[in-house]
């Protein structure tokens, strides 16, 4: 039961984390979720904090 829980605690985790970077970034830097095209800010923002961490993992 323990290794269960452990098995799903790190994709939960990786949600509950993603969904705060998602509400830090539309809520809280008024510029990303002003005009027409507001959740495109938001993407490449997720995209490229993605993709800086995958970097920091392969090269560190």
């Known amino acids: 039961m323990k290794t269960v829980i452990w098995g799903l605690l790190i994709p ?3 949600t509950v984390a993603g969904a705060m970077l998602y509400v830090v970034v539309e809520e809280l830097i008024p ?3 002003s005009g027409e095209y507001s959740n495109i800010g938001v993407v ?17």
């Open 12 to 14: 939960f985790i990786g």
């Open 31 to 33: 510029e990303m979720s």
């Open 44 to 60: 490449f923002f997720a995209v490229g904090f993605s993709l800086m961490m995958a970097l920091d993992v392969a090269l560190g």
